[in-house]
Structure formats: C-alpha cells, structure tokens
C-alpha cells in the first residue's frame, strides 16, 4: 500500500522559513517521482516542486524558484522541501505526492496523494 504523510508545516512570519517532510512507503524511489502540490483557500491546485525518480531532476514552478529547495534522504524513506524566504501568498495546505518515473509538473499527473499539512504565512 502506498503512503504518503507530509509534516512540517506551521505558522511562520513572512521572511521565515519552513521544512517540510513527505515520508512514502508503499513504492521504490527508483520508480517514482515524488513531489509537492498546493493549494490556497479559494484557488486551484499548484504544483510546486518535483523531484524525479532516482534523484535524477528537480522541477520547481516560477512562483517559488530561487526560495524552495526539494530533496530526499532515501535512506529515511523521506522527501524534503525547504521553504525559504516565505512570503504571505505562500500560505496554503501543502500535499507531496507521487507519480510513475518523470515529474509531469501537472497537479493531475500524480498518482498517489498524501494528507495535507497546512502552512500560513503571516505579513
């Protein structure tokens, strides 16, 4: 069985920062691409960052580049994403999740999703 839980997030004051943390079981790094999905109160969903199977590419959306940072431990079984100079539009529920090999940077593209974990950025 697939499982994805993320943790990490919080309240933090814009300028913070914040790590994230998607612990998966259930599925091979070597055959998945793991990745981050947001979404703001009243907005659709945005892919933020990917990590492709085996580590092997990083995808980030504009909207974040130069501030987010993902990586794994895959000795933990763990993806990370690091958040960075956060700003208040950065508030949202952030979910990681999985897809087969390469990062479609498509929010339908991912095949498992995790729960939620809420970040609020305040001004």
């Known amino acids: 069985e697939v499982q994805l839980v993320a943790s990490g997030g919080g309240l933090v004051q814009a300028g913070g920062s914040l790590r994230l943390s998607c612990a998966v079981s259930g599925f091979s790094f070597d055959d998945y691409a793991v990745g981050w999905v947001r979404q703001a109160p009243g907005k659709e969903r945005e892919a933020v960052s990917c990590?492709?199977?085996?580590?092997?590419?990083?995808h980030y959306a504009d909207s974040v580049k130069g501030r987010f940072t993902i990586s794994s431990d895959y000795a933990k079984n763990t993806v990370y994403l690091q958040m960075n100079s956060l700003k208040p539009e950065d508030t949202a529920v952030y979910y990681c999740?999985?897809?087969?090999?390469?990062?479609?940077?498509?929010?339908?593209?991912?095949?498992?999703y995790g729960q939620g974990t809420q970040v609020t950025v305040s001004s």
């Open positions: 990590l492709s199977s085996r580590g092997s590419a990083t």
């Open positions: 999740a999985a897809e087969r090999i390469s990062c479609s940077n498509n929010v339908w593209g991912y095949e498992y």
